[in-house]
């Protein structure tokens, strides 16, 4: 103990400066991923999400994206149960259901359009433009919810945001946009409606 | 615990490893197809903050060092001098190789990217592009022509044309779609496909502008199709404009060569576009892997100069306590170079130095043993022995050798003989006989010497032998006095006996013989002759009378009577005498002292003799010279500390002529007078008794005249 104590005397400067790094750090992008709206619709006997998520990009994401570089865009929703142990404030929370859709983008330069890839069924889309891309990645239509999970839907909740699979960059661009507040695009966690 | 990890060497091998590994870790990152990708971040973070760590250990390790440099500690200049050198070693290659491998590093993937090949790829690009524009705008113009066809058919025809239409032009799909983007009618050649793509938002977007849409689209599989969409015209008013999108199927081989083409040119682009965090990235790694290995290096260096100079510090702190007479220094033997050799050198050094050392005491302790031993056998001898060496300074001396000449002379070693006769005037004789011999002789000497002491004469017979190498000489001196004068005793004494002997013995028949020429001749010889005869035989008889006087003195000088000693007050013995002298009314005898209780052991008898010869000496001595009887009779008591016995000190003294210096010596012997009278035997007598009486006695004269002789006896204080 008294090493340690002995330690930080020494070097409490250094400390200091780790803990002002660390701060720096936790600033984030002034602009990220939004999730605009995000509705739970019952149709039938099942439900389905219908959400709207903008994706404003970065300069640097942009320049990457026309260099040919593949951006990975990682849509993650899930269900919790949250139940209220103390009013609002404190919630003890269970995620029951979770699903993460991963998307491919990339530019096509001999087309010259922009192809956009579900990485889970390899479906893919072109468009002429980032802009029409982007926003029909944002259109999340009619995603099947699984019915057995929804079965108590008070104390069930529904949350979904977006971010870059910055794991999915190639590695030499990997440690840059890790540290990089250029590329935490990511959305915060968003409630869907019920309706 | 926690101290140990502080202070020992694990903290820079766990980190040492720890870097290895993160090192590891980091190559095996910076491929793509590790599934270490996602760690990269903490990989990194950690490599850097166990860098950071492994500084600060070596700073602090550096610290001190320096410290220790600056405290002059032993082997700390060494220790720094190495460590200094090889660091700079280390820095000077590490630096070069560093600074090449980044040039190199540079140099490399920049070599990757050539202006003219980029050229070439843009051109081929271009060149595809405008290949597929013909393409594309020949399909554009058949799409417009098959949607001229299509306008206003009802849906079954609708769906017969467009089938007709795809047979016709080999499109893949044909579909149409109102502006809502509702299907209309499709047709699919391949029979997998169930629904036709739908053109997205953007196309819609586009044909509502009335601007038909043609694009090269690629579709799953890689494979490249055209798309086209083109408004059907509309021949009736108000009526939902419909849009027809035709998929072409591209060529496999153009498909192909398209897809080579794109590839190389995305791939170039890529990596053109990665180029700057390529050799970041790069550069980091080497950076690192080259700080570790400084690091480490510095570490190591610090380690191989502690391990170097550790047992040189040993040695220095070995040969420092041995100079400080710690023999016992054991090093712990290190290794089997040099340094290990010096090690075992030095032990068995300090083995050898103990091995001589416990010798030189052993023979040490037996010199000493010797050395007792002979100072007590000198200490015994009866003779005075002592040793000088070439300077005349007195080495050693042994306690006879003091007791003889009656002075310390332990005080005196070291000192030259000089000093002894400076500082004792009785002892300059002595002194310049030894120094008179030592000084001329070469060999060895022997010379009798008489000594006058304050109250006795001594008698010494000297010898000195050399020592060897002219060392220096040893005296030994004997007193003889005793024996002297126990020689001369038994001389006198056969004198005596033979004196009695021869001449007594006729003397009475000489004595008779002339009483009866006397009385024979007398009445025959003639009134005038009578008194020539009588004056003859009286003066035969006379000087006969007067010979057996002196004879009879003989004897009783060479008488030796048992004592017949008794306890007797002195002072009423010197009364008793004194009062016999006093009937002359010339003689003034006095008795000084008033002490009258104390008791001597002594034979009155032949003491009274003693007191007579001696009063009666004096005052002859007085009469002879004509001057005043006038004797002083004194005793006293003197105590010695030191003894059990007193000494009785009894002096007669007289304040007549004195007595001439060559007789002092020799007043005491027989015949030893310078007297008309008396037979010399008298002083001899009372010698003879006091020395019975284990006294002694000697003369002083005085001043302003007149002589004193004094005697001391011993009493026991048992006897007061």
Known sequence: ?195 | MLQKLKSGATPYYSIAFLLLVLAYLLSAATNDSSRLNDLFLIIFGLGISTLILLTILLVRSLHRLYKNFKHNQAGSRLTMRLVTLFVLLILISTSIVYSFSIHFLHRGINSWFDVEIEQALNDSLELSKTTFDIRRRTLLRQSRMMAGTLSNLSEINLNYSLRELSDLSSAEEMSVWTLDGQLVAATIQNTKVIVPDKPNEAIFRQLRKQQDYISLDPADGDRLQLRAAVQIPSKIIGEDPQVLQVLFPIDEQLSVLAKTVQEAYTDYKELNYLRKPLITIFTLTLSLIVLLTVLASIWFAIWISKRIVHPLQELADGTQSVASGNYNTHLTTTGHDEIGFLVQSFNKMTQRLTKARDATQQSHQLLEQQTNYLSTVLSSLSSGVITLNDQHQLKTSNETSGRILGINLQSYIEKPLVELGKDHHHLIEFEQLISHEITNKQSGWQQQIELLLEKRSLTLICRGTPLPDNAGWVIVFDDITALMRAQRDAAWAEVARRLAHEIKNPLTPIQLSAERLQVKYHPLLPEDQTGLLNKLTNTIIQQVEAMKDMVNDFSDYAKNSELQVRPYPIGTLINEIITLYRSNREHKIRLLSTLDNIKVELDVTRFRQVLHNLIKNAIEACEDANMPVKIDVDYQLIQQKDSAEDMLELTVRDYGPGIPDEMVNILFEPYATNKVRGTGLGLAIVKKIIDEHQGTIWVENKQPGGASIQISLPITRASL
């Not at chain 1, 930080?8 to 605009?36: G, N, T, W």
């Open chain 1, 1 to 195: 103990m008294a090493f340690t104590m002995s330690v930080y005397e020494k070097f409490r400067p250094f400390f200091i400066f780790l803990l002002l790094l660390s701060l720096s750090f936790a600033s984030q992008a002034s602009e990220s991923f939004k999730v605009e709206s995000a509705t739970v619709k019952k149709i039938g006997n099942g439900y389905v999400l219908n959400a709207k998520i903008a994706y404003p990009l970065t300069p640097r994401v942009k320049e990457a994206l026309s260099n040919g570089v593949p951006i990975t865009f990682l849509q993650e929703i899930r269900l919790i149960r949250s139940i209220p142990l103390l009013g609002q404030y404190w919630q003890w929370q269970k995620t029951r259901w979770e699903t993460t859709l991963s998307y491919q983008l990339r530019y096509h330069a001999l087309s010259e359009q922009y192809i956009l890839k579900a990485l889970d069924t390899s479906y893919q889309r072109s468009f002429p433009t980032l802009t029409a891309a982007l926003d029909a990645l944002g259109h999340i239509e009619s995603l099947n919810l699984p019915p057995e999970r929804l079965s108590d839907t008070i104390v069930t909740r529904l949350q979904i945001r977006s971010r870059l699979d910055l794991h999915a960059l190639p590695t030499p661009m990997r440690p840059g946009a890790l540290i990089s507040s250029k590329w935490q695009l990511s959305s915060p966690w968003s409630m869907a409606e019920w309706q």
